[in-house]
Nanobody
Framework: QVQLVESGGGLVQAGGSLRLSCTAS????????MGWYRQTPGNQRELVAT????????NYVDSVKGRFTISRDNNNNVVYLQMNSLKPEDTAVYYC?????????????WGQGTQVTVSS
């Protein structure tokens, strides 16, 4: 059973920072593009950031560029999302995602979600 274990959510004031972490099994992590998504009630899940395997190229949604940084620790199978200058509109449940590329095709795995609440 694939597990993505997230941590680091919480309540913070606007302008503050939080760091989310997501740990995956070695095989999944090594062969996946890792990402973070977020979702608010009544809305679709939104891509926040991704980081590729290998060279670790990153991609961000425009609304977080310059404020959020995604990174991956390939030795410990952890992906991070450093969130700075947080705004109330960043409030959401954040989900870790692994887009796995194996010998027989690709698959998608999700963490359980962690709540981030930014107060004004």
């Amino acid at each position: 059973q694939v597990q993505l274990v997230e941590s680091g959510g919480g309540l913070v004031q606007a302008g503050g920072s939080l760091r989310l972490s997501c740990t995956a099994s070695a095989n999944i992590f090594r062969n996946s593009v890792m990402g973070w998504y977020r979702q608010t009630p009544g809305n679709q899940r939104e891509l926040v950031a991704t980081v590729t395997r290998g060279v670790g190229s990153t991609n961000y949604v425009d609304s977080v560029k310059g404020r959020f940084t995604i990174s991956r620790d390939n030795n410990n199978n952890v992906v991070y999302l450093q969130m700075n200058s947080l705004k109330p509109e960043d409030t959401a449940v954040y989900y870790c995602n692994a887009r796995y590329y194996g010998s027989f095709g690709s698959d998608n795995y999700w963490g359980q979600g962690t709540q981030v609440t930014v107060s004004s």
